[in-house]
């Protein structure tokens, strides 16, 4: 497949890049610092804080799918999640492509945000301790990333795309396992964490799963 990997520098976008290429599938990385990018990887220098639609358009053209691991590293980035977002949307749907794979986050099906300002008060999937102790207090410690995910969802979900949003817990650097779990629509019961190599596993695996479009997919180890 002809891949665009949006946010290719960080730590899941880097092992998309990687994945991908040792599938045999053709990547453009899009970044903001292409010096920080094998040489030998086409590349297109986008800000995603302020993005340029002639860039991006010119980045997901010709391409099957687009996956995206943008989202705020620093309190200076925020909204770029939102933002980011929906410059890629405009320009998928100015170039015709249709397939996006995006990372979310595990709380944010609890999150409110403009087309969703009454969520459920509790994931499906949590249990005691994650429902009443750890998702309140992850949930204040990254307020502002996290509204800026609930308003990149709502982006997604009204973007007429085939798309999929994948919804990890704590990331690690842990090495790739291919045996993590996934359920539709819900976290995982005693999903604590996930390893940023099994999510971008399962971010390119879901592009050979018709039944992952429109569809929010909880991940943890």
């Not at 977002?85 to 979310?104: H, N, Y």
């Amino acid at each position: 497949m002809n891949l665009t990997i949006v946010a290719a520098t960080g730590g899941i976008g880097r092992q998309l890049v990687t994945q991908a290429l040792a599938a045999g599938h053709t990547v453009t990385a899009v970044v903001r610092n292409p010096a920080a990018v094998r040489a030998d990887l086409r590349t297109v220098k986008v800000d995603l804080t302020a993005p340029d639609p002639a860039a991006l358009a010119d980045a997901v053209a010709g391409a099957d799918a687009v996956l995206s691991a943008a989202g705020a590293r620093a309190r200076s980035d925020s909204g770029v999640a939102e933002r980011g977002t929906r410059a890629v949307v405009d320009a998928m749907k100015e170039t015709g492509v249709r397939r996006l794979v995006v990372v979310s986050a595990a709380p944010i099906g609890t999150v409110a945000s403009p087309d969703r300002p009454h969520p459920p008060r509790h994931d499906p999937g949590e249990g005691v301790v994650m429902r009443y102790l750890l998702t309140p207090i992850v949930k204040r410690v990254f307020r502002a990333n996290y509204a800026d995910l609930a308003r990149m969802e709502d982006v997604i979900r009204n973007s007429g795309l085939d798309w999929t949003i994948v919804r990890p817990p704590k990331l690690t650097d842990k090495a790739l396992t291919a045996s993590y779990r996934t359920a539709y629509g819900r976290n995982l019961r005693g999903g604590l964490n996930a390893s940023r190599a099994d999510v971008a596993h399962y971010m390119l695996r879901s592009l050979i799963e018709p039944e992952s479009v429109g569809r929010t997919v909880g991940i943890a180890s």
